[in-house]
């Protein structure tokens, strides 16, 4: 039986199953333009050609309305941003390799989503107490969303690292604990101690 999408629609399909069951929200444009490392008009026609073939449904106009039409068992694995028809990784052999591989595609996902959230907040800044809070709880979002341990501490140092870029921007002298020390007036005891722990 012929599939429904191509492999490249197919891609779209599975990132936004990953990021509803990540987020509980479907993903803006703007984050599959990011993930997928392509232009926005290139996002927009392929959102349009998924409605018009009736693989998801959503409202016009209205953000991260995007519905999924067919069950999370036919959809493909997803490979990664910038993969291309040509290009996807050989179907993996084991359970072992493929979790290791949603584990690394999940870390790259974290990466991509706290890269985007500092660059909106340089171009629409927050108040450091929102802005490092909300943080938090994106990367608390991948730890209850069943990445391990290990990566949710590459994505709490990347967070750091991503602060301490955007704050040299503004004091080039800034140092990366200085930066810590900062961000960690704006959590509470707990997460700060995960937070700490991850930088150790």
């Known amino acids: 039986m012929k599939s429904p999408y191509t492999s490249r629609q197919g891609q779209f399909l599975a990132y936004i199953n990953?990021?509803?069951?990540?987020?509980?929200r479907p993903?803006?444009?703007?984050?599959?333009?990011?993930?997928?490392?392509?232009?926005?008009?290139?996002?927009?026609?392929?959102?349009?050609?998924?409605e018009r073939r009736g693989l998801i449904s959503r409202v016009p106009g209205q953000a991260r309305s995007i519905t999924l039409r067919l069950?999370?068992?036919?959809?493909?694995?997803?490979?990664?941003?910038?993969?291309?028809?040509?290009?996807?990784?050989?179907?993996?052999?084991?359970?072992?390799?493929l979790a290791l591989d949603m584990e690394t595609?999940?870390?790259?996902?974290?990466?991509?989503?706290?890269?985007?959230?500092?660059?909106?907040?340089?171009?629409?800044p927050l108040d450091?107490?929102?802005?490092?809070?909300?943080?938090?709880?994106?990367?608390?979002?991948?730890?209850?969303?069943?990445v391990s341990a290990a990566s949710v501490k590459q994505l709490r140092r990347h967070a750091c690292e991503m602060n301490l870029r955007y704050r040299r921007?503004?004091?080039?002298?800034?140092t990366f604990e200085e930066c810590v020390d900062f961000m960690f007036v704006y959590l509470p005891p707990s997460p700060r101690a995960r937070w700490q722990e991850s930088l150790a």
């Open 18 to 24: 990953h990021y509803i069951t990540l987020h509980g």
């Open 27 to 50: 993903p803006a444009e703007a984050e599959m333009m990011q993930f997928f490392q392509v232009t926005p008009p290139s996002v927009h026609q392929m959102i349009l050609t998924l």
């Open 71 to 97: 069950p999370p068992e036919e959809l493909p694995q997803l490979h990664g941003g910038t993969a291309t028809a040509a290009s996807y990784l050989p179907p993996l052999k084991t359970e072992i390799h």
């Open 105 to 124: 595609i999940l870390l790259r996902f974290g990466k991509l989503q706290l890269e985007y959230w500092f660059s909106y907040n340089y171009q629409n």
């Open 128 to 146: 450091e107490s929102e802005f490092v809070p909300l943080l938090d709880m994106l990367i608390d979002s991948f730890a209850h969303g069943g």
């Open 169 to 174: 921007r503004v004091e080039p002298d800034t």
